[in-house]
Structures are given as C-alpha cells and as structure tokens.
Nanobody, 115 residues
Framework: QVQLVESGGGLVQPGGSLRLSCAAS????????IYWFRQAPGKQRELVAS???????YYVDSVKGRFTVSRDNAEKTVYLRMNSLRPEDTAVYYC?????????WGQGTRVTVSS
C-alpha cells in the first residue's frame, strides 16, 4: 500500500516557477514508476511527466524544456519543477505511483497561472 500526498501548488504569474512535491509512504517506494498528471477545468486528465526506478524520465511535448521531474528515494518524494509557467499549465496536478498491477493516486494540488 502506498499513500501519496502532493503539495506545492498555488497561484503564480506567467513566466514564474513552482516546485510540486509528491510524498509517499510505504517501504518499497523506489520500485515504483511515478507519473505526474494534470487535469484542467473541462478537460481530460493528461500525462505530464514520469520517472521510473532507473531515473529514466518522460515529458509530454508541451512541457519539455520547462518542467523537470526528479526523485529522492531516501525521502520517498518525487518532485516536479515547473519553470516558465503559462496560463495553459493551469490545472490540478496529481501524482500516480505504479508498479505492476498496483496503482495509487494522490489527492492533487492546484496550480493557477494568471496575472
């Protein structure tokens, strides 16, 4: 069983930065692939980035060069550093831990990019 808690969201101006955190419980966190999804109002949830247990990362094209995903297995935390934020990045951001048939979700953290 893994429990995930996201934090770090908030209101930021266009061009600004935020760092989201996804803190996990559970003793085998390091074996999970962690995905960051986001869901904007009226839109489907979309995959933003991921990092697996070999630290291999993936980014959707719209965030490449602006977002960086990283993990600290000792702290059982995954981070999403978001730079050069745009209004279209406004969404609730969720982390998702997956290992085989097991998948867990956090409650989400809201990011609003607006002047």
């Amino acid at each position: 069983q893994v429990q995930l808690v996201e934090s770090g969201g908030g209101l930021v101006q266009p061009g600004g930065s935020l760092r989201l955190s996804c803190a996990a419980s559970g003793s085998i966190f390091s074996t999970y692939t962690i995905y960051w999804f986001r869901q904007a109002p009226g839109k489907q949830r979309e995959l933003v980035a991921s990092i697996n247990n070999d630290y291999i990362t993936y980014y959707v094209d719209s965030v490449k060069g602006r977002f960086t995903v990283s993990r600290d297995n000792a702290e059982k935390t995954v981070y999403l550093r978001m730079n050069s934020l745009r209004p279209e990045d406004t969404a609730v951001y969720y982390c998702n831990a997956v290992r085989g048939a097991y998948a867990y979700w956090g409650q989400g953290t809201r990011v609003t990019v607006s002047s």
